[in-house]
């Protein structure tokens, strides 16, 4: 018996070495989110598994304060282990991209020890439509107009990280509707954009409302406002007399020449 009891202590412990080995590494998802605006905004990314401890992490990241997810006993060797992140409470005006080395987002390819994960938010565009109507009538008007638009604390692309004054003058032959200018507003402000018709170029006749020169505060997410400027022509043509006033016109002036000339003769 004694012998039979060290044989086994003997095997137990040349299994020892094999079973230490058999221990599966930790498998690491270091997991960031970009934000093309450097946008400061706050976003929930969560780790699933199908295999291994935990089987579902999540945790809150930043951009510049991602999360390095560790998952334990993972047989990253298995062709049916597999992990997908998804992330959560992206603000409204944003669309995002994803960028991992595995998982159910293309390019889908095995697991590594180390399996990077990146979020690419992108803003969306906002826009102000501008609109132009003509009312009245005048002979030989013109209807060609110039305006300026300006839009402070913008950009004009979804990567710009530096925000100022955008500012471009257009024509606008005649009526119009709903003519777009785009923009990217500051992630964290306010933008201001108006549009003002030049009335130095218009007509005499011609008077503008400047229904667009309020100026209209747009955030990531506004998406898109409208204005209308309306332009009114006030033509006055020269009087004239009709025949019977001419007539009567003429009997007046032979009246006081008759009358003078009986006076001063």
Not at 237 to 253: C, D, E, N, R, V
Request: glycine residues 8%; negative net charge.
């Amino acid at each position: 018996m004694n012998i039979k009891r060290a044989f086994l202590a003997v095997s137990a412990a040349a299994m020892l070495p094999g079973l230490a080995m058999a221990q599966l590494a930790p498998t690491t998802f270091p997991t960031t989110v970009d934000f093309s605006n450097d946008a400061v905004a706050t976003v929930t990314v969560t780790l699933t598994c199908n295999t291994g401890t935990p089987l579902v992490q999540s945790f809150d990241i930043s951009e510049g304060n991602g999360v390095d997810f560790v998952v334990q006993e993972l047989d990253i060797a298995a062709p049916t282990s597999a992990c997908d992140i998804t992330m959560d409470g992206l603000a409204d005006g944003y669309t995002s991209t994803t960028v991992c080395s595995f998982g159910s987002v293309p390019p889908a390819v095995a697991l590594a020890a180390s399996n990077p994960c990146e979020f690419l938010a992108t803003p969306e565009e906002s826009t102000l439509l501008v609109s132009k109507t003509w009312e009245g009538e005048g002979a030989d008007i013109s209807t060609e107009s110039t305006h300026t638009f300006t839009c402070t604390n913008a950009a004009t692309l979804p990567t710009a990280t530096v925000f100022g004054t955008i500012s471009t003058t257009f024509t606008i032959p005649g009526e119009v509707t709903d003519a777009p200018f785009s923009f990217y507003p500051d992630p964290d402000g306010i933008s201001l954009c108006n549009v003002v018709e030049d009335e130095a170029l218009l007509d005499s006749a011609v008077e503008s409302d400047q229904g667009c020169e309020t100026p209209i505060a747009f955030t990531v997410g506004s998406g898109s406002e409208s204005c209308t400027i309306a332009n009114t022509v006030f033509y006055e043509g020269i009087p004239t007399l009709s025949q019977y006033g001419m007539a009567i016109m003429a009997l007046l002036m032979l009246g006081v020449g008759f009358v003078g000339f009986r006076r001063f003769v």
